[in-house]
């Protein structure tokens, strides 16, 4: 079993920046991939970013310039540093780890966009 434990979610205006950082812990060999979903307020859930395990990295073109993820294999630990943050950024945001498709996800954590 796995277990996600997100951090760093919070309130931040616009134009700032905020760090998301996840950890995972247990039956980590499992993981290839890490990253990120979020689902606004009456939004569809989106995948924000994801990573290998060798570092390749996607993202969803609302995001591309704004947000880059990065992994830490030894910690276990994937990061999401998202800059220029909009008002249309605000969501719940959730880890998830996972090969072809996600099989753990951590608990969300907020993010709010606003003056």
């Known amino acids: 079993q796995v277990q996600l434990v997100e951090s760093g979610g919070g309130l931040v205006q616009p134009g700032g920046s905020l760090r998301l950082s996840c950890a995972a812990s247990?039956?980590?060999?499992?993981?290839?991939?890490m990253g990120w979903y979020r689902q606004g307020p009456g939004k569809q859930r989106e995948l924000v970013a994801a990573?290998?395990?060798?570092?390749?990295?996607s993202y969803a073109d609302s995001v591309k310039g704004r947000f880059t993820i990065s992994r830490d294999n030894a910690k276990n630990t994937v990061y999401l540093q998202m800059n220029s943050l909009k008002a249309e950024d605000t969501a719940v945001y959730s880890c998830?780890?996972?090969?072809?498709?996600?099989?753990?996800w951590g608990q969300g954590t907020q993010v709010t966009v606003s003056s």
């Open positions: 247990g039956s980590t060999f499992s993981i290839n991939v």
């Open positions: 998830y780890g996972g090969s072809n498709f996600p099989l753990y």
């Open positions: 990573i290998t395990r060798g570092g390749s990295s």
